[in-house]
Structure formats: C-alpha cells, structure tokens
C-alpha cells in the first residue's frame, strides 16, 4: 500500500522533472541592463493559475525523494488494421502503433490528463454531452523493453523509463529551478 502511495506521489515529480529537462535556458531569470539577473513575473494571467502550476513545481522540485520507481507502460495495436500493401508492412506498422500508444501512456502518466468537457442542457433534459481527453508533453529516454505478438493479429509494446534516467532528470531540474 505505501509503495503504490509513493508511487502516486512521485508521477507528478517526474513529470515536472522531465517538463523541466526539456528546458534549454531558465525561464524564470533575466539579465537587465545592468548584467544582473533578476527575477521575471511569469504571472501572465489573472486567474491564478500560473501562480498554482509555479507553486506545485516549487514543491515537487523542494521535496526529497528516497526512491525513485521505474515507469513503464504498455500498447497495443492490430495489424490487419494497419495501412500496408504487404502483411509484413501492416505487422511493422502496428508495432509502431503500439509503440506510440505506450509512449502516449507514459506521457499520460508522467504529465497527467487533461480533460475537456461540454454538456447542453434543454427544458431540463440533457441533449448533448461530451468529452475528450488531451495527453501533451515531451517523453526522453524511455527504452522498448519488449515486443511481443498477442494472439494472430495484435502487437503489444512494453516501454520504460528507469529510476536512474528518472532521478537524473529530476536532478537537473532541482540545479535549474
């Protein structure tokens, strides 16, 4: 129970450390004119929003970690779905497919979904209701552990991130923040 705890706790950290990483220069400092640095308002909008997302970087970024997990995930994909003349076309397009929709999943895992939603409501009585979902960010060092044929006609894919890449990345991103 406390290692799926950990484990909950420390997605976000490495989501941030890996959003962080991706950042060639420091966001939150600027030279002025005098050549010394100083510090950027970065609160661009008025609802607070920035200030939160700023807040929780902080915190992931103060806190101490002990262990860091492995991330993995999974994909699947059909072959005889897949765009090919030949079957073995349609096999290596479905491996990637699936290796994709593993990518996807760490993406998922590491900065989170965004969920987007809309219902209309006339005389009382639901008339349209729908949603999506939204997965966006950068995924480095995830390594294809396996890939094995799943019955006649799927593909799965087994990506990972390891602690080390993991802790790495969340290292540098403490020395940038």
């Known amino acids: 129970m406390k290692k799926e705890k950990v484990i909950k706790m420390l997605i976000p950290a490495v989501g941030l450390a890996l959003f962080v990483s991706g950042c060639q220069s420091s966001f939150l400092t600027n030279m002025d004119d005098k050549g010394t640095a100083s510090t950027l308002n970065v609160l661009s909008n008025n609802?607070?929003?920035?200030?939160?997302?700023?807040a929780a970087i902080n915190e992931v970024?103060?806190?101490?970690?002990?262990k860091?997990?492995?991330?993995?995930?999974?994909g699947y994909a059909v072959v005889s779905s897949q765009p090919g003349?030949?079957?073995?076309?349609?096999?290596?397009m479905a491996?990637?497919?699936a290796r994709m929709a593993a990518m996807r999943d760490l993406a998922e895992q590491i900065h989170g979904l965004k969920v987007e939603g809309n219902t209309t409501v006339i005389d009382l009585m639901v008339?349209?209701?729908?949603?999506r979902g939204i997965v966006s960010g950068t995924i480095r060092g995830a390594r294809t552990v396996r890939i094995n044929p799943t019955g006649s006609d799927t593909y799965e894919v087994l990506l990972e991130i390891d602690k080390d890449t993991l802790s790495y990345l969340l290292r540098q991103a403490r020395?940038?923040?």
């Open 47 to 54: 609802n607070g929003e920035d200030a939160a997302h700023l």
């Open 61 to 66: 970024l103060d806190a101490s970690v002990d």
């Open 68 to 74: 860091v997990p492995t991330i993995s995930a999974m």
């Open 85 to 92: 003349r030949s079957a073995n076309q349609k096999r290596l």
């Open 95 to 97: 491996i990637r497919s």
């Open 127 to 131: 008339q349209n209701d729908t949603f």
């Open 175 to 177: 020395n940038v923040a």
